[in-house]
């Protein structure tokens, strides 16, 4: 029986199809669909049923299938074991932000992959929360500040962030200097979400309102530089366009409170050596402090 054959298996019945599972493995969907006839046809029985919206397990699919995860999972473990100090192999799978993942995680895979060379990493950008088990990822970067889950979290550096408008947004409507005077202004935000500023000690709950908005900080960007409002944007997205005074920051007395950026992974009693060796690099990166 081959390890292969049953990690293949698990892709499809945890994505609910050949063609997503062949693009979580990375491999075709032939090749898919061969390993898993080649699985049924050792165990001598059939482990999945074509249906009109994919496929679907068997009373015996939806048995195995908790057995080849499991076994796959003591394979992984035991490579893990026996492979020399440092060295990593198999596939690591990240979902990372869209608006802060390609400049500021992104260098980050690139360099893991670069010191294990037998290692395939794929890197899936988007701001949307990926469910992590469903959609067969190892893991998912985080910023911002963590809803409660039932995922394994570790705070890998803080993130500091402020509110920017542009000098032309400013001349035409002032200044906002207290988070009451941010609610009269145009702001520019992801939904109908709840800001948090900073006060003292505390933190306080405002809930402005805006007609520019956007699933993603890059996009906020593009609008506060066309001074359509004001923004609430990670350092490392704005310091640039500050320097340059594109943008400059407003409410300075009273800044978002600082978030944080994460690694998450599935529950488990211990992660995979390649989740904590991005977990560690990362670390490494960003906890000094100057994200």
Same mark, same amino acid.
């Given at each position: 029986?081959?390890?292969d054959?049953?990690?293949?298996?698990v892709?499809?019945?945890?994505a609910?199809?050949?063609?997503?599972?062949?693009?979580?493995?990375?491999?075709?969907?032939?090749?898919? !669909?061969?390993?898993? #006839? %080649?699985?049924?046809?050792? *165990?001598?029985?059939?482990? +999945? =049923?074509?249906?009109?919206r994919?496929? @679907?397990?068997?009373?015996e699919?939806?048995?195995?299938?908790?057995?080849?995860?499991?076994?796959?999972?003591?394979?992984?473990?035991?490579?893990?074991?026996?492979?020399?100090?440092?060295?990593?192999?198999?596939?690591?799978?990240?979902?990372?932000?869209?608006?802060?993942?390609?400049?500021?995680?992104?260098?980050?895979?690139?360099?893991?992959?670069?010191?294990h060379?037998?290692?395939?990493?794929?890197?899936?950008?988007?701001?949307?929360?990926?469910?992590?088990?469903?959609e067969?990822?190892?893991?998912?970067?985080?910023?911002?500040?963590?809803?409660? !889950?039932?995922?394994? #979290? %570790?705070?890998?550096?803080? *993130?500091?962030?402020?509110? +920017? =408008?542009?000098?032309?947004?400013?001349? @035409?409507?002032?200044?906002p200097?207290?988070?009451?005077?941010?609610?009269?202004?145009?702001?520019?935000?992801?939904?109908?979400?709840?800001?948090?500023?900073t006060?003292g000690?505390?933190?306080?709950?405002?809930?402005?309102?805006?007609?520019f908005?956007?699933?993603?900080?890059?996009?906020l960007?593009?609008?506060?530089?066309?001074?359509?409002?004001?923004?609430?944007?990670?350092?490392?997205?704005?310091?640039?366009?500050?320097?340059?005074r594109?943008?400059?920051?407003?409410?300075?007395?009273?800044?978002?409170?600082?978030?944080?950026?994460?690694?998450?992974?599935?529950?488990?009693?211990?992660?995979?050596?390649?989740?904590?060796?991005?977990?560690?690099?990362?670390?490494e990166?960003?906890?000094?402090?100057?994200?």
């Open positions: 029986m081959e390890i054959d049953l990690r293949t298996f892709e499809v019945a945890d609910g199809g050949v063609t997503p599972a062949a693009q979580r493995l990375g491999v075709s969907k032939s090749m898919v !669909s061969r390993r898993i #006839a %080649r699985l049924e046809a050792e *165990l001598g029985v059939q482990l +999945v =049923a074509r249906t009109t994919g496929i @679907a397990l068997t009373e699919g939806a048995t195995f299938r908790d057995y080849a995860a499991r076994i796959s999972a003591e394979i992984d473990a035991a490579r893990e074991t026996i492979l020399p100090a440092g060295e990593l192999r198999g596939r690591i799978r990240v979902a990372a932000p869209l608006s802060f993942g390609p400049t500021h995680f992104a260098p980050v895979l690139s360099q893991m992959a670069r010191r060379p037998q290692l395939q990493v794929i890197s899936c950008y988007t701001d949307r929360f990926v469910d992590l088990i469903t067969g990822f190892d893991c998912a970067i985080r910023i911002g500040y963590l809803p409660d !889950s039932n995922l394994v #979290a %570790r705070r890998v550096g803080p *993130l500091y962030g402020r509110f +920017v =408008a542009s000098p032309e947004y400013v001349a @035409a409507n002032g200044s200097e207290t988070p009451d005077e941010l609610l009269k202004h145009e702001a520019l935000m992801q939904g109908t979400e709840t800001w948090q500023v006060d000690d505390q933190v306080l709950n405002i809930r402005p309102q805006g007609r908005k956007a699933d993603n900080g890059v996009a960007l593009a609008a506060a530089l066309e001074g359509l409002g004001i923004a609430r944007l990670p350092n490392g997205l704005t310091d640039q366009h500050v320097a340059s594109e943008l400059v920051e407003v409410m300075p007395k009273y800044p978002p409170p600082t978030a944080g950026i994460f690694v998450v992974r599935p529950p488990g009693q211990h992660p995979a050596k390649k989740v904590r060796v991005l977990t560690e690099m990362l670390i990166c960003f906890d000094s402090g100057s994200s």
